[in-house]
């Protein structure tokens, strides 16, 4: 099946600090990539639609200038985290589009202090 | 406005038996559904899914029901298995939205020797 990576799987920053979340289609091409995140106990909510070579689609109330995304390969988005704050403290889960399914990676836990 | 709610957050079954895990929608855009197994730290694993033009769709030991005019699905698990234990999402996207998933909020499930 097609597998999905994240790097870093989780990663702790200082607040105010940005930080880079990668995410490859490690045997296909997505043209689409999709950004989550998981806060505990709680449902996955869409923050974003990475489309390669374009602008990415932001869900409503997300702000596009704090979580910059970045789609410059058919196989690697990127989203980064920018003057990270304790509340965006989270687990980021990324999925890439593949003909009819989404695969999703293994998901990077963030822990801003 | 959660469109999607699984309204059980926990479920206990003893192995070999049915385990039946329940989700509702409210938006009638909605046509595909899905459902997820997730691991804590881990990204979500698809499981199975239906299309609104059915009612039911088998793989091995999983079964979606889906009830449009009552907007329900459930998943149902049979012989439930330790391995199974884990928390279950459902997923709903809309036509419009190809692939744009909405997630109901988990049900843990547990299945017990």
């Known amino acids: 099946g097609a597998v999905v990576s994240q790097h870093p799987s989780w990663v702790i920053c200082k607040s105010g600090t940005s930080v880079k979340i990668e995410c490859r289609s490690l045997?296909?091409?997505?043209?689409?990539m999709f950004w989550y995140r998981q806060f505990p106990k709680q449902s996955l909510m869409l923050m974003a639609t990475s489309n390669e070579g374009s602008k990415a689609t932001y869900e409503q109330g997300v702000e596009k200038d704090k979580f910059l995304i970045n789609h410059a390969s058919l196989t690697l988005s990127t989203l980064t985290v920018t003057s990270a704050h304790p509340e965006d403290s989270s687990f980021y889960i990324c999925?890439?589009?593949?003909?009819?399914?989404?695969?999703f990676g293994p998901g990077t836990r963030l822990t801003v202090t | 406005d959660q469109q999607v709610k699984q309204n059980s957050p926990s479920l206990s079954v003893q192995e070999g038996r049915i385990s039946i895990l329940n989700c509702d929608y409210t938006?009638?855009?909605?046509?595909?559904f899905l459902w997820y197994k997730k691991y804590p730290a881990e990204g979500p694993t698809f499981l199975i899914s239906?299309?609104?033009?059915?009612d039911k769709n088998e793989d091995g030991r999983f079964t979606v029901f889906l009830n449009k005019s009552a907007k329900h699905l459930s998943l149902h698990i049979v012989p439930s298995q330790p391995g199974d234990s884990a928390v279950y999402f459902c997923a709903a996207s809309a036509r419009t939205g190809f692939q744009k998933l909405v997630f109901g909020t988990g049900t843990r499930l547990l299945v017990s020797p």
């Open positions: 239906i299309s609104s033009i059915k």
């Open positions: 938006n009638s855009m909605f046509d595909y």
């Open positions: 045997d296909f091409q997505a043209t689409t």
């Open positions: 999925s890439a589009r593949a003909v009819n399914e989404q695969y």
